[in-house]
């Protein structure tokens, strides 16, 4: 079983910078893709950056949001940068291993506030 703890979330004000923490229990973290997802209030979840081999950006955060691993240490980092109102939601840290169809493994979610 893995277990996914995110860390990083906290109000800021539009422009500024956050960086969100996710570390993964387990072994062979390495063959897992993982992916920062979020949800705002009233809205479906999306994803919003995944990483494994490479990197995939919703359009919403290209340029301004990157995703990082380290599988060392079995974390992953997303660094948001010129944050906006509308980036506010609960941030999900979640894993799949290479294949599976579906995030089977997800955190508990770390709340990201952008406002004036």
């Known amino acids: 079983q893995v277990q996914v703890t995110e860390s990083g979330g906290g109000s800021v004000q539009p422009g500024d910078s956050l960086r969100l923490s996710c570390v993964a229990s387990?072994?062979?973290?390495?063959?897992?893709?993982m992916a920062w997802f979020r949800q705002a209030p009233g809205k479906e979840r999306e994803l919003v950056a995944r990483?494994?081999?490479?990197?995939y950006y919703a359009d919403a955060v290209k340029g301004r949001f990157t995703i990082s691993r380290d599988n060392a240490k079995n974390t992953v980092s997303l660094q948001m940068n010129n944050l906006k109102p509308e980036d506010t939601a609960v941030y999900y840290c979640?894993?799949?291993?290479?294949?599976?169809?579906?995030?089977?493994?997800w955190g508990q979610g770390t709340h990201v506030t952008v406002s004036s």
């Open positions: 979640a894993g799949k291993i290479i294949g599976s169809r579906t995030y089977d493994y």
């Open positions: 387990g072994r062979a973290f390495i063959r897992y893709v």
């Open positions: 990483i494994y081999t490479d990197r």
